[in-house]
């Protein structure tokens, strides 16, 4: 049974369907994923053996670049994400069945201690190579005239709490790849404190937290504003030609760190970079 397997979009076509069954057993019961919007098929399928784990994409739609990102950078993140059990291609479509984790998304607020769990993962996730195959990269122009000696490294790059899946045994894992890229270092850690503002956090207690971290510790508090007052540029730009609600949360959360970074220190921009405000 594949019904609402779709999220209203192109349906898989029947052949398709059967090759999954072929990979899976009979499948008796779908459960589309409720978070997410990296694929066109997101679900957990559910059969007589177990549960799968869903992802698909028509070839000719951009989210394939994605799921084939993921495809890539799986067998690397052995301990760190979702085990992928098999691919398959054919009809115009790429799927992607991966390991079920029944688990709960994190909690990043105040004084959780979901935290720990992500300082753990921050960790981990700097100690894995970033395989060279990987061709996605962000490094903002500007970085160009700046004192940044950071190495590219392997960023996750949508650290947001519903991709943390934390299991009844404490484990944890990071989910959806979709975005991954090559980058400096910090950039990962400059790219949280939206999500913990969504949490609950305040701009200073964002910093605070996020201080433990080495790669934001050593990152140059002058990166670091130019970094804030670009995204925030970035959402705010997004948000006039969206009426999305999300568009405007992003742009909203981005736009208080930022406040936060021109508050506390003025920043010297790079030449061409917008001011936030």
Request: with cysteine; net charge positive.
């Amino acid at each position: 049974m594949f019904d609402d397997l779709t999220r209203d979009r192109a349906a898989l076509p029947a052949p398709v369907l059967r090759a999954i069954e072929a990979r899976t057993g009979p499948v008796v019961r779908t459960i589309p994923a409720l978070v997410g919007d990296q694929a066109d098929v997101a679900a957990t399928l559910v059969t007589a053996e177990g549960k799968v784990f869903v992802k698909a994409a028509p070839i000719r739609r951009a989210a394939v670049r994605g799921l084939r990102r993921e495809a890539l950078l799986a067998p690397r993140l052995t301990g760190l994400a979702p085990r992928l059990r098999w691919t398959l291609e054919g009809e115009g479509w790429l799927v992607l069945g991966w390991e079920h984790i029944e688990g709960r998304h994190a909690d990043y607020g105040p004084g959780s201690a979901d935290l720990e769990i992500l300082a753990a993962l921050l960790g981990a996730l700097a100690s894995t190579p970033c395989p060279s195959e990987l061709r996605r990269t962000i490094r903002p122009p500007w970085l160009a005239t700046a004192r940044d000696p950071s190495p590219a490294r392997l960023l996750h790059a949508d650290l947001n709490s519903t991709n943390v899946l934390i299991t009844k045994s404490g484990r944890a894992y990071l989910v959806d790849w979709a975005n991954a890229a090559r980058g400096p270092a910090w950039m990962e850690t400059a790219l949280l404190p939206p999500w913990l503002l969504r949490a609950g956090h305040t701009p200073a207690s964002a910093e605070g937290w996020l201080s433990q971290i080495p790669a934001w510790r050593h990152a140059e508090p002058e990166i670091l504003d130019t970094f804030a007052v670009t995204l925030a540029a970035r959402w705010q730009a997004r948000s006039v030609n969206s009426g999305a609600p999300w568009i405007a949360e992003r742009a909203d959360l981005s736009l208080r760190w930022a406040d936060h970074r021109l508050t506390r220190r003025p920043p010297t921009l790079a030449p061409g970079v917008p001011n936030a405000r």
